[in-house]
């Protein structure tokens, strides 16, 4: 690694982009070797960033709400072979809409829905947040709608295509937070404090309260029309006041997010010696889940090119056909306000960079490639 070179690389954000501010935390074998801050955290552009700010994470939720599954699966609680119906009874009777000779058709789904259909996105879902069977719940259960009673609201909107037949980025992994409350009979936010947070002194990190409630929450904004504009400090995936997202939900810093991408770069161990997960469960995440078709639609949907995907997130396949000097088998993922983690167990090496920017486009195509690619060169 070249700090120099990373350090101008982010100083040189601010200026090329116009991004607010940037945060970056790496660390090697349970030791922080660097860290780097740049701009300010408020609309004024007065305060500069600090290791207080926290961040919505947005989909960086996913990679703790996988880690909290393969927990349970390493206690044999839930297999990821397992029906989702086995644990959520409204996915027993699921439907398909299909194009047929330019008609819409809904058909019965050809197969069970399974976990492992979940955590791949292959489930058959999409990412509608206006889907009527959500709006069903609410009106039902009103604003205390539960994560398991608007989840089990979602078959009420037919699926895309049949569960294993391709790749949709999607609300799967909030029905895997479902299960998760069902397995452990504990609350999704008290199934990872118990877990995770507290073991690791993650002190910082909650699901998102409403605004107002959030004292060191860096400001949120958004790029439109190729301009960086604030925008409010709320969370659109906080479907009602008790709802927990375990595909966007959380807010945190970039040192909790450390800890933990520290731990599962360095076989699952944090550095206080808590083991988050198994060296055998970081595999089954490393381990590519995609079918032919489904990595078509990576690449094509989300520009993912010499990427598979496991156990809810990005795993590089690869690097070659991309022309990075990483390693196969780097992994993570990254969220709606451009932060991003990326994982190496080969060189015990982990990156996490936080940033505030809603639907920023060149934090996915050029800013997280390019901070990887800096992770490995001399």
């Not at 839930?78 to 086995?86: F, I």
């Not at 492992?116 to 947040?129: F, K, P, T």
């Not at 520290?262 to 381990?287: F, M, P």
């Not at 690449?299 to 690869?318: H, I």
Request: glycine letters at 8%.
């Amino acid at each position: 690694m070249n700090f120099e070179k990373i350090t101008k690389y982010l100083d040189s954000l601010p200026e090329t982009y116009g991004l607010p501010s940037v945060d970056v935390i790496i660390m090697k074998d349970h030791e922080q070797v660097y860290r780097h801050m740049a701009g300010t955290t408020d609309t004024e552009h007065k305060k500069p960033v600090d290791e207080k700010a926290q961040y919505l994470v947005f989909s960086m939720t996913k990679i703790q709400t996988m880690t909290a599954l393969m927990q349970l699966v390493e206690r044999g609680k839930v297999s990821l072979d397992d029906e989702v119906a086995k644990y959520l009874p409204a996915y027993g009777k699921l439907f398909v809409a299909e194009r047929f000779e330019d008609q819409l058709r809904i058909v019965p789904a050809k197969r069970p829905m399974l976990i492992r259909h979940l955590v791949s996105m292959q489930s058959g879902l999409d990412y509608d947040l206006g889907r009527e069977g959500i709006a069903y719940a609410l009106r039902k259960y009103g604003p205390d709608a539960t994560t398991r009673q608007i989840v089990e609201s979602f078959p009420l909107t037919p699926l895309v295509f049949h569960p294993g037949d391709s790749f949709l980025y999607s609300l799967s992994h909030d029905v895997v937070a479902a299960i998760i409350e069902v397995v452990s009979g504990m609350k999704f936010s008290e199934y990872l404090t118990e877990h995770i947070w507290k073991p690791l002194g993650m002190n910082r990190t909650r699901f998102f309260m409403k605004e107002g409630q959030e004292k060191d929450l860096a400001q949120q904004f958004i790029w439109e029309d190729e301009k960086i504009v604030p925008m409010e400090n709320d969370c659109n995936y906080r479907l009602s006041d008790a709802y927990e997202s375990g595909g966007a939900g959380l807010v945190s810093c970039t040192e909790d997010y450390a800890v933990l991408a520290d731990a599962l770069a360095c076989g699952g161990v944090a550095k206080n010696g808590y083991r988050v997960l198994t060296e055998e469960s970081i595999e089954t995440i490393r381990t590519d889940l995609l079918s032919e078709r489904g990595h078509e639609e990576i690449e094509k949907n989300m520009g993912r090119v010499g990427y598979g995907y496991g156990v809810g997130m990005q795993v590089l396949l690869d690097p070659e056909a991309i022309g990075s000097p990483a390693k196969a088998g780097v992994f993570g993922w990254d969220g709606a306000a451009g932060s991003c983690t990326i994982m190496s167990p080969e060189t015990r090496t982990s990156l996490v960079f936080s940033m505030h920017v809603r639907s920023f486009g060149p934090a996915y195509g050029e800013i997280h490639p390019r901070l990887r690619d800096l992770l490995f060169e001399d």
